[in-house]
């Protein structure tokens, strides 16, 4: 059985931020182009990006000074410039850090998708590369949350504190199922849209018939969509896009409307003692697409509720474990409320140095 689609309510809460810049034509018609945003060119230095011992670049964004060391892990389908709005600030209280899984931002591609336990391999060599030794606080929005998880299963005595915003759960696919069976069940036979339009690039170029800088009639690996990326991110995304491989580029496409398992992140007896714990979650209200079945409307609330039920049991794993809903955001809460995520990575970082002391 080949991997599980996303939740079709939460595919393209990321595609401003999508690993190649591509997406069906039809997302882009009618949109007005956001002003050029020169901060963002930070996002286009290699200067902290470190190169695995099988030969992949890891980009890395770091910015600011001082202990312990902030780990911003984004959710599927975005890369570093996710969190530009979070990031800087963060960088005036502490160093902290944003990288890029394979094939997304300016990482080097792999020719298969990579599961979570794969991606945090790639975190975890990517800092011992970079002599980025902590302590940690880890951060991870969305699918990020899974990898903050296993982080710390596999550092435990280096991380010492964590945020997860609106995080994905261990075992969600079949945790949801069991609570709206309809509503997933639904979703599991209406893919997005723009599937058809990946699938048939990602064809494309596993046939040959599609390769970088060469004709591109479908505009697969064109950028469609606006951005307020300046001149400098736009050509480094440009020249990582040009050397990448065709499998390369296929695993990326593939990966975008694709759910990583999230059975992975299973464990049971982990325990964070009283190492400072901030979920948020976002208030925002759960509905499907303009072609949504009436009927299924209802099963919409059960899904929310069992995700606010996973939000507690993950809470509970430290002592100081707390849940704070973020009235009328979004799922992606570091674009719609940055502040909120700065002040709890700020007070977690606090917290972790206090207990240092």
Not at 131 to 144: D, H, L, Q
Not at 216 to 242: H, N, V, Y
Not at 323 to 335: C, K, L, N, Y
Request: glycine share 8%; net charge neutral; hydrophobic share 40%.
């Amino acid at each position: 059985m080949g991997p599980k689609r996303a939740p079709r309510w939460t595919v393209g809460l990321s595609l401003a931020c999508l690993p190649l810049g591509v997406a069906p034509t039809a997302f882009a018609q009618g949109t007005t182009p956001p002003a050029v945003d020169p901060s963002l060119a930070a996002y286009a230095s290699t200067k902290d990006s470190v190169r695995l011992p099988d030969g992949r670049t890891v980009h890395l964004v770091c910015m600011g000074k001082g202990s312990p060391v902030v780990i911003l892990n984004t959710g599927a389908n975005a890369w570093s410039v996710a969190w530009h709005g979070v990031q800087p600030a963060v960088g005036f209280k502490t160093r902290v850090c944003a990288w890029d899984r394979a094939g997304y931002g300016l990482s080097t591609g792999v020719p298969k998708p990579q599961a979570i336990d794969q991606t945090t391999t790639d975190l975890r060599a990517a800092l011992r590369v970079g002599r980025i030794v902590g302590p940690y606080v880890v951060v991870g929005a969305s699918m990020g949350g899974l990898e903050s998880l296993l982080l710390a299963d596999r550092e435990p005595s280096k991380v010492v504190g964590m945020v997860l915003v609106d995080p994905s759960f261990p075992d969600q696919s079949a945790r949801l199922h069991r609570a709206a069976p309809k509503l997933m069940a639904w979703d599991d036979t209406h893919p997005p849209p723009f599937v058809p339009f990946l699938e048939k690039c990602i064809a494309a170029l596993r046939t040959g018939k599609l390769r970088p800088g060469g004709a591109d009639p479908d505009g697969c690996l064109r950028q469609q969509l606006p951005s307020p990326f300046p001149p400098e991110l736009r050509a480094a995304l440009d020249k990582a896009r040009a050397e990448a491989t065709p499998e390369s580029l296929a695993s990326a496409m593939e990966g975008m409307h694709t759910e990583p398992s999230a059975t992975i992140a299973i464990r049971s007896g982990r325990n964070y003692g009283n190492m400072p714990l901030i979920i948020l979650k976002a208030e925002g209200v759960m509905q499907g697409p303009p072609d949504f079945p009436a009927d299924l409307q209802s099963e919409f609330p059960l899904a929310a509720a069992e995700g606010r039920r996973a939000d507690e049991e993950l809470a509970a794993l430290s002592t100081r474990g707390v849940v704070r809903i973020v009235p009328e955001s979004p799922h992606d809460i570091a674009s719609a409320q940055p502040q909120v995520v700065i002040d709890a990575i700020n007070e977690v970082v606090d917290a972790a140095r206090g207990a240092k002391r």
